[in-house]
């Protein structure tokens, strides 16, 4: 019996093989992304290095920083926690490998995500080369390792499911693998009340039944997220109570780079009048305006020029999404469905990777130089190398010491003053930090750090020379990193006179 020809001339097995040899070589474009990234020997200088040494390290956050009174991290991630650890139990790697996976494998779940939304898969790695171009820093947010990126990723795959799509999803699997996803966030990433985002945005384009039975929806997965840890009202307590801190506790000027206000790459405006004046006159409706990830993606933007998270973890891969209908819509109706589709996908393929693999100004080995410098001293001789002794404390008015010492020595029995972020800092210690932050470093600002320190305890700075407090003796320990030590012979309150 002979193939029946389509629409577009081919028979359909002729089409199959067409949509196959497609997808595959939209997949190897989108794996080998992040394959081509690590090669170069990237390693983000941010909390995934101290995730990994978590896990190296077998400890519990509690156990490696001094935290504020009533304050514990051991439930913020604890899906990521747990998923480093078993890859440290299956190949005893160590941190700088489980940073790779963590990079690695975080990117490719995001790259992977939007094939979800659209029937032709070339539409999706328009759109990517189109966000990375525009928004660079998207590309960069997404190489750091950390679990924000799997909430960004079934965000993309929530938008799939709960507006028209290639497949019709009836609503009971619709339910389920909403509350699946959302509890896998919930657990891995935490953060489950910025699910009320996309909730809202369905709301606010009218499409109200759909944003109530997300909203049950997410509900539903934020309980039985929470119900993975055991605990799983403590869980829920614990976000509500680590949001208010973060956003609480210091002034906006000195808050992690993701909290503070986003400069908006001025394409990014653009991209999306362009795009809606397209579909306004495409369809000759108002109504383009309503569709949820549009709102969202607007949304996203003005928050962004607030806090600048919700621009790169909620609005961008909306807008992504977005555009990847719109291209899907518009390929579908101007490039045949043949062979031709071939070459011109894998050209597409080859410029998005390029564009992301790229060592454009040496973004992915700027930090490797760094790195390097960081000295491999053995314990017994950390002293006159100027690490801290045994169960000693590190003092610093910065966060990056915290994650480059924790990253190359998991194993040591130090603890951290500042770890992770401020706001969870002890009641003694936060205050100093932000005279720091204020003032810089003077003996004024360090005197009440360094009359809590005893022998093994070290204050840590960066600094392009050796700082200029000779109430400690200095030691050089790599990657811009200076530690200050007690003069010999002095301790406690007696040192910082």
């Given at each position: ?26 997949l ?5 992304i ?27 956050w509690?156990?490696?920083?001094l ?77 750091l ?97 680590h ?17 503070k ?9 653009i991209?999306?009048?362009?795009g ?60 045949p ?67 480059l ?10 603890r ?9 800092m ?48 200095w ?6 990193l ?9 301790n ?6």
């Amino acid at each position: 019996m002979n193939d029946v020809a389509q629409p577009g001339g081919l028979p359909p097995k002729a089409s199959s093989r067409i949509d196959l040899l497609i997808l595959l070589i939209v997949l190897a474009a989108l794996l080998l992304i992040p394959l081509l990234i690590m090669a170069t020997g990237y390693t983000p200088l941010d909390d995934v290095m101290a995730n990994a040494a978590l896990a190296v390290s077998g400890k519990a956050w509690d156990d490696i920083m001094l935290l504020r009174q009533g304050v514990s991290l051991n439930m913020h991630n604890p899906g990521w926690d747990i998923l480093l650890r078993g890859m440290f139990a299956v190949t005893g790697s160590g941190p700088c490998v489980l940073v790779g996976f963590a990079v690695a494998g975080m990117m490719a779940v995001f790259l992977l995500s939007g094939l979800s939304s659209v029937r032709r898969p070339e539409a999706w790695l328009s759109a990517l080369l189109v966000g990375f171009i525009a928004e660079p820093d998207f590309l960069i947010r997404i190489t750091l390792g950390r679990p924000f990126i799997l909430t960004s990723a079934v965000l993309v795959l929530v938008l799939a499911l709960w507006t028209t799509g290639p497949v019709i999803i009836s609503r009971r699997v619709r339910y389920a693998v909403t509350i699946l996803c959302v509890a896998l966030s919930s657990w891995i990433h935490g953060s489950w009340y910025l699910f009320a985002l996309p909730v809202l945005a369905f709301l606010l384009s009218g499409r109200l039944r759909d944003g109530i039975e997300l909203g049950i929806c997410c509900m539903a997965g934020t309980f039985l997220g929470g119900t993975l840890t055991g605990h799983p009202v403590v869980f829920i307590l614990h976000h509500i109570r680590h949001f208010g801190l973060s956003f609480g506790m210091l002034p906006r000027d000195f808050m992690v780079g993701e909290f503070k206000a986003y400069s908006l790459s001025p394409e990014i405006p653009i991209i999306m009048v362009a795009g809606l004046g397209w579909l306004g006159m495409r369809n000759r409706t108002w109504r383009v305006f309503l569709d949820p990830a549009a709102v969202l993606m607007i949304a996203g933007l003005l928050m962004g020029l607030s806090v600048s998270r919700l621009w790169l973890d909620w609005g961008m891969p909306a807008m992504l999404f977005w555009l990847a209908r719109l291209f899907d819509g518009e390929f579908a109706k101007r490039i045949p469905a043949g062979w031709l589709r071939l070459p011109l996908v894998a050209g597409l393929g080859v410029v998005l990777v390029l564009a992301c693999a790229v060592d454009s100004r040496h973004r992915w080995t700027e930090r490797i130089r760094l790195l390097a410098s960081v000295g491999t001293v053995e314990t017994d001789s950390s002293l006159a190398k100027g690490l801290p002794g045994k169960d000693g404390i590190i003092y610093s008015g910065s966060v990056y010491a915290f994650n480059l010492l924790f990253y190359r020595y998991p194993n040591e029995s130090w603890r951290y003053a500042v770890g992770r972020e401020p706001a969870i800092m002890r009641d003694e210690d936060f205050p100093v930090f932000v005279r720091i932050l204020r003032e810089g470093y003077n003996v004024t600002t360090v005197r009440p750090w360094v009359e809590r320190m005893q022998v093994n305890d070290r204050l840590v700075i960066f600094l392009e020379g050796q700082p200029d407090l000779p109430i400690l003796e200095w030691a050089y320990i790599g990657t811009g990193l200076w530690a200050g030590r007690l003069p010999q012979g002095k301790n406690g309150p007696s040192a910082g006179k």
